[in-house]
């Protein structure tokens, strides 16, 4: 099953505005990732967040985690058209060297 | 070279064939990754090799998949009696701190017919 579930599935904003990701677990982690996609191809490695970690940034993009509802969103500020693609969070369980449990994927359009 | 690279890009075979699929990590890194993602789908796992260590092989859908890395380094997935289900992109990562999965390649699109 699923560990990180991102939601909306589906964005579209104009470009400029922000955008906003979410993604839920279900176990208790050690870090949280986002990568991004484009063209159903390789992914990008974005961000990394550990579970002690409460908010990262990095460049345009925000990530924050909360441990208490399991959840993180990704906050991508000022968006451009070159920021259409899917975004996927993955989580590694907190039980020992686990491999990463990828969500189904946020897919953004970012409209010019 | 400066990334993952994954060979073949494409490759359309026919139901009942086996297939094999390279992955060629980035020099020195000890975990590498192999996922597939189908159509409009997330990343599912497939194995996991960390060093020396045997690989986790909990994600393997069925005894028709099977992985090796050989030295350490290149990786090899083989999918004998390929089913049309097995269509999807084989995605392969590597990274040198485990659980990391930094660095992916571009994948192998894989048609079964």
């Known amino acids: 099953s699923q560990q990180g579930e991102e939601d909306p599935q589906a964005l579209s904003i104009q470009e400029g505005e922000n955008a906003t990701m979410n993604c839920s677990y279900k176990?208790?982690?050690?870090?949280l990732q986002w990568y991004r996609q484009n063209s159903g191809r390789g992914l990008v490695h974005l961000i990394l967040?550990?579970?002690?970690?409460r908010e990262k940034h990095s460049g345009r993009l925000r990530v924050t985690l909360d441990t208490s509802k399991k959840s993180s969103s990704l906050l991508i500020t000022a968006s451009r058209a070159a920021d259409t693609a899917s975004y996927f969070c993955?989580?590694?369980?907190?039980?020992?060297?686990?491999?990463?449990?990828f969500g189904k994927g946020t897919r953004l359009s970012v409209i010019a | 070279g400066a990334g993952v690279s994954q060979s073949p890009s494409n490759k359309v075979t026919e139901k009942g064939k086996d297939v094999e699929l390279r992955c060629d990590p980035i020099?020195?890194?000890?975990?590498l990754y192999w996922y597939r993602q189908s159509l409009g789908q997330g990343l599912e796992f497939l194995i996991y090799?960390?060093?020396?260590?045997?690989?986790?092989k909990s994600g393997l859908p069925s005894d028709r998949f099977s992985a090796e890395r050989t030295g350490g380094s290149v990786s090899t997935l083989t999918i004998q009696r390929t089913q049309q289900e097995d269509s999807a992109v084989y995605l392969c990562?590597?990274?040198?701190?485990?659980?990391?999965?930094?660095?992916f390649g571009p994948g192998t699109r894989l048609t079964v017919l």
């Open positions: 990562a590597s990274s040198a701190t485990a659980g990391l999965v930094e660095f």
């Open positions: 176990t208790s982690i050690n870090n």
């Open positions: 967040i550990r579970s002690n970690e």
């Open positions: 993955a989580t590694d369980a907190n039980s020992g060297n686990t491999p990463l449990v």
């Open positions: 020099s020195g890194h000890t975990a």
């Open positions: 090799f960390q060093g020396n260590s045997a690989p986790d």
